[in-house]
């Protein structure tokens, strides 16, 4: 199949074997001659052999079967370069920000054929091809502006080895099995060193090949930058075999992620545990195992891998990254298996340790969900409406005896157990009203309401406690909104008739100068009264009230208007004579 042959050439790439890495993608080209992807791999694979006549072909080849294809673009200008047809590289740079304007490997690239190509065409005279590169405060410029290098500067080691070879560029010998070394000399002579990565899909962007220098123009000069040494030399056995184990490694792991991706999990299973035999330094194995149990629904199996990714990724100190994705795994999978709302703890706390390893919004979305779900299951595993009747029942009978504290306690427990029972909500209110706690008398008075638009007792809770508050005009409304469900009930008749008669004394300025000031006081603090004070209109209005009487009139006639006027008298704001 073309995807398995890809997916080996993919990790032969990886590992540094480009040689296989191009065999494997023929043959994928061989099953799939249309696929633009194959040919690009191949082109990247065949650059990095410094075969540019060949990676030119291919790459031409990607633009044909995939005009619109940035990457094409970016693998066309790195064989130009590679041929040093440094104009020719600008051009198919230019084409593929065409297309994608904002492709940071295409820029990249640009860039540097830019600078090549002017640099070639100034002809600049022949010298030592790395006594320049190390000279000046420029080199520490590039190796920080470079994101490949820019972490190895806070390491002593590489920090010292470059003053090193700074001072005595003759020494840099002494240092080019150090992989840091070779990057930053890629970085200073323009050479681009790949870094492998494990990734399932199409290669890495590669905007320029290793290369030499485009402002060099004698081969013989740049030949030894060009051309890579031979790493099985640098090597000692132990560490070869560690290399290849490692290399088959990442070729298990693209073959499991391709059966992942057709669903044949047991494959997948059974080559992400071949990539765990083979390499148990990298958990992303475990974690791909992991991902593959909880997809076919074997928790307990997910769970153990995940513990397994954590303590093994602890000892490697991985990237946290990984470890928080290993608990939100883990806590996916606890999730998955709760049937109560206490199994839903352990996989709260592990969301929580992931968020505290990774701020990742997937996991606190999560984190969010677990939560709202385990309360949920709370309300309904303590759902007993027989033992609700019950607490309310001893409720009632503790308020007759006027116990309003442990009334409170009764009615509590009762909507614990019935959250939707409005006699509760209702009792409670009449509780708190003895004690005073009016804002929370007021809170279960709207609760019986919104439960139960046509609960006549509601309203009449909620306009005793208005009334008690003062706000006599919020009061008649909720009295008069009650009756509309039950024009009948003397209960809210007496509240209507109660209201009135405070407004109607506001109205007269029956108030004691104490009264008064208190009312006034209260009336500022609300924000309906603050609203019409600060309305530049309704301030019109009360000067016209004040000065002229024909306006007043005009105005007496707006029932918007009016009833504004009236929630202000009634606030001892403002009093009609």
Known sequence: MAEEAKAKGNAAFSAGDFSTAVRHFTEAIALAPT???????RSAAYASLHQYSEALADAEKTVELKTDWSKGYSRLG???????????AVAAYKKGLEYDPNNEGLKSGLTDAQVAASR?????????????????PEMWAKLTADPSTRA?????????????IQKNPSSLNLYLKDQRVMQALGVLLN????????????????????RPPPERKRPAEAEPVKERAPEPMDLTEEERETKERKAQAQLEKELGNAAYKKKDFDTAIAHYTKAMELDDDDISYILNRAATHLEMGQF??????????????RELRSDFKMIAKALTRKGTALVKMAKCSKDYEPAIECFQKALTEHRNPDTLKKLNDAEKARKELEQQEYFDPKLADEEREKGNEYFKEQKYPEAVKHYTESLRRNPKDVKAYSNRAACYTKLTALPEALKDAEKCIELDPTFSKGYNRKGAVQFFMKEYDKALETYREGLKHDPSNQELLDGVRRCIEQINKASRGDFTPEELKERQAKGMQDPEIQNILQDPVMRQVLVDFQENPRAAQEHSKNPMVMNKIQKLVSAGIVQIR
Not at 300 to 313: H, P, T
């Open 120 to 136: 070639s065409r100034a002809a600049p005279p022949p010298g030592n091809p790395f006594g320049d590169a190390f000279s000046g």
């Open 300 to 313: 307990e199996e997910c769970i153990k891998d995940c513990d397994k990714a954590v303590e093994r990724g």
């Open 35 to 41: 696929n633009h992807v194959l040919y690009s791999n």
């Open 78 to 88: 790195a064989a130009h370069v590679g041929l040093g047809h440094h104009e020719d």
């Open 152 to 164: 190895y500067l806070q390491q002593p080691d590489f920090v010292k080895m470059m003053q090193e």
């Open 191 to 210: 050479v681009k060193f790949r870094t492998p990565t494990s990734e399932d899909t199409d290669m890495p962007e590669s905007s320029s090949p290793p």
